[in-house]
């Protein structure tokens, strides 16, 4: 048996960061991976793969340069899934490399194969060559992610019926999509597929797409998907799912049928925990199939740690990493990352992006906070104007009392990155009159911000300042 001071199952954002942490601090650690890739979804088949898709379907549709040079810029004839995709296997690969690297210049042991608990300390390791080989650690790690849910009542074949991860190996660009569920993933792969002039319809059982954004956005996203072709099904129930001579056909209680010539189910995600024999180390999963832990990712059994995916919401590539290194800190009481920071930024790559931070309207109301809201249009903004995105949106809540913000919502061109500056003032406690007093580089997006403040003084004021 092989004694460690740290043992990680996934190599991950979570897992990575976690091992790096502890290594970095001089602590012996060895990486589990099952998989042949390093990287885990985050890498191969979620975060990274959707959005270089995402950059790939902007780049061959000519999306956003459609008018604004007086050229009508339409999807290049004849393009295929190879010229599709050939960009994302390029990148996917040097971020692998990348993770290679991070490990060795740690000093980190890789052991590639499966592994199970065998007690609280000890990680059987099944290679490749069917031999076995026991790890013990002090502390041990789990950050083995997810997987697609797949209920057993939809035909999955990954030809014409696929799940967010058989979707990236799809033969072709199909003529016709259906994509049933309106979350992350299900948005996000409706916006790049329906950018490269495919026919999308979107399913729903929920009355709006995101629900979990500020209700403005969800509607907002909402239009100007409609406005690039998606036709939305929202409040219906999935029925019964058929195998056509042309794809599938999907039957809704409400009578209505879709026919596609491929499907794409995102309805969800799993914990990946199937292999790990959690019982034998006193471990169990909730009803959603993830791992619960307390504020610093430790589980009840105090040797054994879990954070990104497999421990379920916010399942961000940023928020795994953090929780990672958070759960490393407490395990060997280094003074150095005892929390997450209590403001995590949501990213949703669709086109067009959008991000998310703090209170919304409707938590506002929730919490009976009385609020007020600040907006500035790109169309107002002349670096909105010359990106070609006078749709989007840049709105910030803030306290009446006090001017103090409460949250920021954004939708349209870098909507991922304008969040930072925004984030930065809510984690500082600070008010909208920070953003009137900064002086912004002109001509940016970043400039928003002071117009978004200038409204909200005067929607606070009851009538309108002059924005100038």
């Known amino acids: 048996m092989r004694q460690f001071d740290l043992v990680v199952i996934g190599s991950g954002p979570a897992g990575e960061k976690g091992a790096a942490q502890a290594a970095y601090f001089g602590k012996r650690v060895a990486l589990v991976e099952s998989g042949s890739d390093l990287g885990g979804a985050c890498i191969n088949t979620g975060t990274l793969p959707s959005k270089i898709l995402r950059e790939s379907a902007l780049y061959f549709s000519g999306l956003k340069q459609r008018g604004l040079y007086g050229i009508d810029y339409s999807l290049r004839e004849g393009l295929t899934i190879q010229s599709f995709t050939h960009r994302k296997d390029v990148l996917v690969g040097i971020e692998r490399e990348k993770i290679h690297a991070n490990l060795a210049a740690h000093g980190i042991e890789l052991i590639q194969g499966v592994a199970s608990f065998e007690d609280a300390h000890t990680v059987a390791v099944k290679t490749s060559k069917n031999e076995v080989e026991q790890l013990r650690g002090e502390a041990i790690l789990i950050a083995t992610g997810s997987r697609p849910h797949r209920p057993a009542e939809i035909p999955f074949d990954d030809e014409v019926t696929f799940d967010s991860d058989s979707i990236l190996k799809m033969g072709r660009i199909p003529r016709s999509l259906v994509v ?59 029925g019964p799912i058929a195998r056509t001579k042309q794809g599938v056909r999907i039957t809704m209680p409400s009578g209505k049928t879709i026919e596609m010539e491929s499907a794409l189910f995102a309805a969800g995600r799993r914990g990946a925990v199937d292999e ?30 879990a954070a990104g995916d497999v421990i379920g919401f916010p399942a961000l590539a940023s928020t795994s990493m953090e929780q990672g290194r958070v759960a490393v800190c407490h395990a060997f009481g280094f003074q150095y990352k005892q929390r997450l920071a209590p403001m995590l930024p949501m990213g949703v790559y669709t086109i067009p992006e959008i991000s998310a931070v703090g209170e919304s309207e409707e938590s506002c109301k929730e919490k009976k906070i009385e609020y007020e809201v600040g907006r500035a249009r790109y169309a107002n903004n002349a670096r909105g104007l010359i990106a070609g995105d006078p749709a989007g949106l840049l709105k910030l809540i803030f306290r009446r009392a006090d001017r103090q913000l409460l949250g920021v919502h954004i939708i349209g061109e870098s909507a991922t990155e304008l969040i930072h500056l925004g984030m930065m003032v809510l984690e500082s406690g600070g008010t909208i009159d920070l953003f009137i007093n900064f002086v912004f580089n002109y001509p940016t997006l970043t400039e928003m911000y002071k117009y978004a403040a200038y409204d909200g003084l005067g929607n606070l004021a009851g009538h309108k300042l002059r924005q100038g």
């Open 180 to 238: 049933v569920g309106g979350g992350v993933i299900g948005c996000e792969y409706a916006s790049i597929f329906t950018a490269l002039g495919v026919e999308v319809a979107l399913v729903d059982g929920r009355d709006r797409v995101l629900p979990f954004l500020d209700a403005e956005l969800s509607e907002a996203l909402r239009e100007r998907l409609a406005g690039l072709g998606v036709k939305f099904y929202l409040g219906e129930r999935m």
């Open 276 to 305: 790990l024999r959690l019982e034998k180390a006193g471990l169990a999963v909730n009803k959603r199939g993830y791992l619960e832990v307390n504020q610093s990712y430790q589980t009840a059994v105090p040797s054994i740690y």
